[in-house]
């Protein structure tokens, strides 16, 4: 099963300072390479665990005792951790995003560069699927859809244009999205503004905002002091919500002070934003995106 290279593959493991003896997590184990290389650097007593929800991914589970893969959305992170007797962890790695598999199989629909059935599920037994947003979506949450996340202008007409076209009938293939919605892809930006509107219904799909959020919100209790979290997001709406809860332990608003005026927070930041090399973005278009932080327990 192709998998490509994982971007920021030595950045992003090395954000971990992975200790010999540690049990680290990956949330999204895709292809395996971000696992096998933290694997590559643990000792006999280490241990890994890794979550992915796309049964793909389950074709690429690693034969080592020190390795456990748990086939469930990592937005469930500590309930399973502690159905496998873990409390606490030395690390947490994930790489956001479709992955480059899901993103390369045609009838999955995550890519714009394939005639498909609407689709885009990362796990493939849910219900909502890309077809069900767009021929079942009210005109108003469709506009709220296109315009939170895919941030595009033209939200409130491109809406339109999908009520009244479902109305004759149905918008099955994502060829037949992209006739309906042709007027508004300009010749210079189609691939731009076509990739923003995959995007806003993907994202939808998944619940991938409010799931990143979920998981967040749960790595300070996961993770002990010292521990480190090493994220890739992107797009900006992941790469935002990343930054704002490494600084502030919260995605609004300021968290509180203590007796003597400083911000009482559960992370600070390890180093500054790294983005890969113009090498790898030639090797790998997926990572031109690409952003990684990393931050550490306090």
Not at 25 to 38: A, K, L, P
Not at 132 to 144: C, G, I, M, Q, T
Not at 183 to 194: E, M
Request: charged share 30%.
């Amino acid at each position: 099963m192709e998998y490509h290279n994982p971007v920021l593959l030595k950045e992003t493991v090395d954000g971990l300072a992975v200790r010999p003896d540690g049990i680290y997590v990956d949330v999204t184990f895709g292809g395996g390479g971000h696992s096998r290389e933290i694997l590559n650097r643990l000792g006999a007593n280490g241990r890994l665990f890794a979550f992915d929800q796309d049964s793909d991914a389950l074709k690429n589970a690693i034969d080592d005792e020190r390795f456990t893969l748990i086939h469930e959305n990592f937005r469930y992170i500590k309930r399973f951790l502690r159905f496998h007797g873990v409390k606490e962890v030395d690390g947490i790695l994930a790489d956001f995003g479709v992955s480059s598999h899901q993103f390369d199989v045609a009838e999955r629909g995550f890519s714009t560069r394939f005639e498909a059935n609407l689709d885009m599920r990362m796990n493939q037994k849910n219900e909502l699927s890309a077809f069900h947003v767009v021929n079942e979506y009210s005109e108003e949450d469709l506009k709220k859809v296109l315009l939170q996340y895919g941030e595009l202008r033209a939200a409130p007409a491109m809406a339109r244009a999908i009520v009244e076209q479902r109305d004759v009938s149905p918008i099955v293939t994502s060829e037949q999205l992209k006739q309906v919605l042709n007027k508004f892809l300009s010749p210079r930006h189609a691939n731009k503004i076509l990739a923003q509107i995959y995007q806003a219904i993907r994202i939808e799909v998944n619940q991938e905002i409010e799931v990143l959020k979920e998981f967040l919100l749960q790595t300070p209790d996961i993770l002990k002091v010292g521990g480190r979290l090493s994220f890739i997001s992107y797009h900006s709406l992941e790469d935002r919500l990343v930054k704002r809860f490494i600084r502030n332990g919260m995605f609004e608003g300021e968290p509180e002070r203590d007796m003597f005026g400083n911000f009482e927070v559960p992370l600070k930041k390890v180093n500054g934003l790294l983005v890969p090399s113009a090498k790898e973005i030639k090797m790998n278009n997926r990572a031109r995106s690409a952003k990684l932080r990393v931050a550490e327990k306090i």
